[in-house]
């Protein structure tokens, strides 16, 4: 067999890249999640030595964000309007920018916004219980213009060892990694006749 060129190997490296990306994608995310329960940490073997360390993060918590800022104002505005306020902004125009020394007060602008703090524990409660308890004692498990995504799953991580090259290379080479077989690669023409 020839030595590859560079163009061979980088389209190599873009088949088996992207033939990974899809694998791990379809297969292995999925079938990870069965396998390995959410805080596991699993040692991972080649040969009898260690290559490395296959670990399940506990899902992530939800996080609750504003997706609709003029909703949840009109709903804080009627339940809640001792949690709202007025506040002033400056609107910068080229005239204001030229003017600001002087303060012009028409660029003074009134706007309403639910109270910040009141925001940010609303959103915690949301996230981290499910709800939020009013001060009149609602329970409220959703709040006009905020959002509560559900999380997505957690993906296994995995550490190698230092010397995970040499352990894998010498398994590979040993033949106890059925390469052709995990990438999925048809068998060669000589091979299928047998």
């Not at 297969?27 to 805080?39: D, F, I, K, R, V």
């Not at 296959?54 to 339940?79: G, I, N, Y």
């Not at 219980?129 to 709040?143: D, F, P, Q, R, S």
């Amino acid at each position: 067999m020839s030595a590859l060129s560079t163009p061979q190997r980088l389209v190599l490296v873009k088949f088996f890249t992207d033939g990974l990306a899809k694998l791990r994608e379809d297969e292995l995310l999925p079938s990870a999640s069965g396998e390995m329960p959410a805080g596991s940490r699993m040692p991972v073997m080649f040969g009898g030595r260690l290559a490395g360390w296959a670990t399940m993060p506990k899902p992530s918590k939800r996080a609750a964000f504003v997706s609709d800022e003029k909703k949840l104002l009109a709903w804080a505005e009627k339940q809640y309007p001792e949690k709202v306020a007025t506040v002033e902004t400056v609107d910068i125009t080229d005239d204001v920018l030229a003017l600001v020394a002087e303060h012009l007060p028409e660029a003074i602008i009134k706007a309403r916004r639910v109270d910040p703090q009141w925001l940010s524990d609303v959103q915690g409660a949301l996230k981290d219980h499910g709800h939020y308890i009013t001060a009149k004692g609602e329970k409220l498990t959703e709040v006009p213009g905020i959002t509560l995504p559900e999380p997505n799953p957690p993906s296994p991580r995995v550490n190698l060892e230092d010397d995970a090259q040499a352990v894998i290379s010498a398994a590979w080479l040993a033949g106890e990694i059925p390469a052709a077989e995990f990438l999925a690669l048809p068998a060669a023409e000589s091979e299928a006749a047998a």
